[in-house]
Structures are given as structure tokens and as C-alpha cells.
């Protein structure tokens, strides 16, 4: 049974950076799937922001705001989320997720982000 | 990128009754549609794929249908669980869109 956790800082200065991380269990992230990052604001919209194949190949969300990066430490069956330059408006709770095609079928639980001075 | 617009965004309803939610593609999505349900505190969860194919475990009364831009999510004799709100996600292009998510109150 696959599961996904998210972790990281739950509060983030503007004009920082935030980092977050994703740890997946019962399934290797070089093996299958796109390993998905999500946010959803507290007025519930959800935001697809990018993914990261089994390959290792990246598409980020253009409409995104903020500049994104997705990476991975394969040793650790991890992938990460970076944020540059976060305003008030990346104040979200982020979810990692695993799936086909950039569809997210497998959820972690996700971690809550606030950014605030 | 491709637009979803859901609706009612909030709906109530009587246990054992049957509801309706659409969604709206602003272009073409050629059945390339998911149904998730979150509930609060909680993730979503995947419930219907391909407009109209039902995840393994979700039960059958729930279903999905709709072809070209319109797509709808139907629920039929509501139980007390069912009470969550409910997301489609276009999955034809990328980047992929959510619609608004539609409220549903079990009165």
C-alpha cells in the first residue's frame, strides 16, 4: 500500500524560500507514476503546481506565481517542492500525491503552510 | 489553460435523496475527467476517472457521466458519509485544473 507524507516548515517569511518535502512508503519513485505537487488555499480552490516522472522529468504549472522547482533524492525515495520568493499568497496546505499522468490518485495528508512576517 | 466551472457550489440534501453536480470544460476534455471527495480535515480522494469509471472501493452509487465540455457527478440514495465537498480535475492537458468544488450538507 503505497502512502505519501508530507513534512516541512509551517511557517515561512515572505521573500523567502519554502521547501517541502515528500516521503513515500510501498512504492519506489523510480519504479512508476508522476509524483505530484498540490496546494489548496483556505478558500478551498486546489491548485495543480507541477510534477516530477519516475524518470525523472519535470513540468511546473505556468500559471504559478511564484517560480517552482521540483527534485528528488531517489535513496531516500523522496521528492521535494521548492517555492522561491513566497508572498501571503502561497499561504496553502500542500499536498504531495502519486498517479498517472499527472492525475493524483495516491494523497499524503499534507502539511499546512503559512507565510507571514 | 483549461477552465472548470462547478456547480451549485453548495448543495443540501435529505438522506436517501439524489443530487446532481456538474462541471463545465471550456474547451473539449474528450471524457479526461475526475471526481474527488474531501472531507474535512482530510485529503481527497479519488472516486470516479474517465468521466464515468468508478475507483475500486467507491460505492456504486456513486457515478459519473458527460461527453465534450459538460460532465456530471451523480449520487444516488445519500448516506450521512457523503457528506464532503466534491472536486472534477481535468486531466486532457496540462497543466491540469480543478473546478470550484461544490459544499454538499446532509440536512
Known amino acids: 500500500q503505497m502512502q505519501l507524507q508530507e513534512s516541512g516548515p509551517g511557517l515561512v517569511k515572505p521573500t523567502q524560500s519554502l521547501f517541502l518535502t515528500c516521503s513515500v512508503t510501498g512504492f519506489s519513485i523510480t519504479s512508476g507514476y508522476y509524483w505530484i505537487w498540490i496546494r489548496q488555499s483556505q478558500g478551498k480552490h486546489l491548485e495543480w503546481m507541477g510534477y516530477?516522472?519516475?524518470?525523472?522529468?519535470?513540468f511546473y504549472n505556468p500559471s504559478l506565481k511564484s517560480p517552482i522547482s521540483i527534485t528528488r533524492e531517489t535513496s531516500k525515495n523522496q521528492f521535494f517542492l521548492q517555492l522561491n520568493s513566497v508572498t501571503t499568497e502561497d499561504t496553502a496546505m500542500y499536498y504531495c500525491?502519486?498517479?498517472?499522468?499527472?492525475?493524483?490518485?495516491?494523497w499524503g495528508q499534507g502539511v499546512m503552510v503559512t507565510v507571514s512576517s | 489553460d483549461i477552465q472548470m466551472t462547478q456547480s451549485p457550489a453548495s448543495l443540501s440534501a435529505s438522506l436517501g435523496e439524489t443530487v446532481s453536480i456538474e462541471c463545465l470544460a471550456s474547451e473539449d476534455i474528450y471524457n479526461n475527467l475526475a471526481w474527488y471527495q474531501q472531507k474535512p480535515g482530510k485529503s481527497p480522494q479519488l472516486l470516479i476517472y474517465y468521466a464515468s469509471s468508478l475507483q475500486d472501493g467507491v460505492p456504486s452509487r456513486f457515478s459519473g457521466s458527460g461527453s465534450g465540455t459538460q460532465y456530471s457527478l451523480k449520487i444516488n440514495s445519500l448516506e450521512s458519509e457523503d457528506a464532503a465537498t466534491y472536486f472534477c480535475?481535468?486531466?486532457?492537458?496540462?497543466?491540469?485544473?480543478f473546478g470550484g468544488g461544490t459544499k454538499l450538507e446532509l440536512k
Open positions: 516530477m516522472t519516475y524518470s525523472g522529468e519535470t
Open positions: 480535475l481535468q486531466d486532457s492537458e496540462y497543466p491540469r485544473t
Open positions: 500525491a502519486g498517479g498517472d499522468d499527472g492525475t493524483p490518485d495516491y
